[in-house]
């Protein structure tokens, strides 16, 4: 997966970031690998409590905005099998 | 000699200003957190090396930082702040009903014993504590009225134009139960109990832009500070209006006398003088600058009405920022210094309490906070 800048600064990560994840390949089951791996990124992308996607984080996979797919969706295979990543980005708003 | 620390957040990253006890010559760390609000840094009386701050942004939300070597390196620490109980509603801006949703850590509060313990005032307003150097937080709930006896009317409380902000935490040096915090635009409370019940603290504010101006609650109070020596006493910068309590707050009166303007965002107390007090008046609350344009911190020594304006070596001519509410802080040297920060990105230091000044930066993004260590 690819992770916004700040957020890479956050984790001190590289532009891309490898995960282990167990099928069914979701959002969520990608951000309980990212977040376990990296504490620190809790409550930046999704929301404590609730665990929805923060309002200006947007995904995307294969050219597609699944923003708002849901975060139990099943992520395209190509993201499932490591040949393209998910991407979070934030929204342009300014600031 | 001594050293002086002085801990900026600025709209974009943090700052660390380093100066010897002569307070001429500064080393200009940072930013640290790039990019990132910093709505404020503040280091442990107990350990001047344990500092805190709070990170965060409209997209990612509250990270919260630590630093154990005095801001040379840091590490995120928890940043779960989840209201307890059903979080209920307060105030909208049209007054109708709007849920308590956390937005962000205005300030942070290290414990004056212990380097472990620290409090966090957030938007929406509420106060949290972490007893483990910022790991786990909890909020003392009884502030909002939540399973506690006191009533703090925390449905009837209402953003200021800022958000709806605990900004404001001051400890008791003398009484380890006694906590006063404010809120905007709810007024100021006090626990005797240590944060299990509260109280508000709100009589003679007037508040004109309120339908009862006189009103228990709903007094945008925008900063409070004490003198460690004489912790009952208190002064408060208002809206409009510059006040003083001498009692912990039961009762206040307006101390804001010859001040060419009452409305500001920062008070603060002389380290040595405890009737000597800064503000820093700005023009109106639609006009956020110095009057004519003219940056002027305005002092009394007299614990308010008798005020003198300090202008040397600050700006008096086509100057038009703001000193937001946590921008002003003093050490604890001899002559006791004084710093502001402003929306502009300068940081200001006197070194002689207020007779002098000159910029330790000029050109830093807006400033939020100004903190200072005397080490």
């Keep these: 997966m690819v992770l916004p800048q700040h957020l890479r600064t956050l984790a001190g990560v590289g532009a891309e970031v490898s995960l282990q994840v167990d099928a069914p390949v979701t959002a969520a089951r990608v951000l309980d690998a990212l977040e376990a791996r990296y504490p620190m990124l809790k409550g930046t992308i999704r929301e404590y409590g609730t665990g929805k996607r923060r309002a200006f984080m947007r995904f995307f996979a294969c050219a597609e905005d699944w923003s708002h797919t849901g975060m139990e969706a099943e992520l395209p295979g190509a993201v499932a099998e490591g040949k393209e990543p998910l991407l979070i980005l934030g929204a342009i708003a300014g600031g | 000699m001594s050293r002086v620390r002085v801990l900026v957040g600025t709209k974009k990253g943090a700052f660390i200003l380093d100066s010897d006890g002569m307070r001429k010559d500064w080393k200009v760390s940072g930013p640290f957190f790039a990019g990132w609000e910093i709505y404020h840094v503040k280091g442990s009386p107990v350990d001047p090396n344990r500092i805190y701050a709070s990170q965060s942004s409209s997209w990612s939300g509250q990270v919260l930082q630590r630093s154990d070597d005095g801001g040379a390196t840091w590490a995120a620490v928890g940043n779960k702040f989840m209201y307890e109980g059903a979080p209920g509603t307060h105030q909208w801006y049209d007054g109708t009903p709007h849920p308590w949703e956390f937005r962000r850590v205005w300030h942070l509060e290290p414990s004056l014993t212990d380097a472990d313990t620290v409090y966090a005032g957030v938007e929406d307003a509420a106060l949290f504590k972490s007893t483990d150097g910022g790991a786990n937080w909890d909020e003392l709930a009884g502030l909002r009225g939540y399973g506690a006896g006191q009533d703090t009317h925390a449905p009837a409380w209402q953003p200021g134009a800022g958000g709806m902000c605990l900004h404001t935490i001051i400890l008791d040096p003398s009484n380890a139960e006694r906590m006063y915090i404010a809120i905007s635009a709810a007024g100021a409370f006090r626990t005797d109990d240590g944060g299990k019940n509260w109280k508000p603290i709100n009589k003679g504010l007037v508040s004109p832009f309120m339908p009862n101006p006189s009103a228990e609650v709903g007094h945008c109070v925008h900063h409070v500070a004490m003198h460690g020596s004489r912790p ?93 509410r946590d921008a002003m802080a003093v050490d604890k040297l001899d002559t006791c210094g004084v710093y502001f920060g402003t929306t502009g990105g300068q940081v200001y230091a006197s070194a002689d ?23």
């Design chain 2, 353 to 375: 309490a207020g007779e002098n000044w000159a910029p330790i930066v000029r050109d830093l993004p807006a400033v939020l906070s100004v903190e200072v260590q005397t080490l």
């Design chain 2, 232 to 324: 009952e006493v208190l002064f408060m910068q208002k809206h409009w209006d510059v006040m003083r309590s001498d009692n912990a707050g039961d009762t206040w009166h307006e101390v804001s006398g010859n001040l060419p303007t009452d409305f500001g965002f920062a008070i603060d107390v002389h380290a040595h003088e405890p009737e000597t007090i800064y503000v820093a008046p700005i023009k109106s609350d639609s006009e956020h600058f110095p009057l004519e344009g003219k940056l002027q911190v305005w002092r009394s020594k007299t614990g308010g009405n008798e005020w003198e304006a300090l202008t040397k070596g600050l700006p008096q001519q086509d100057c038009y920022v703001n000193v937001l």
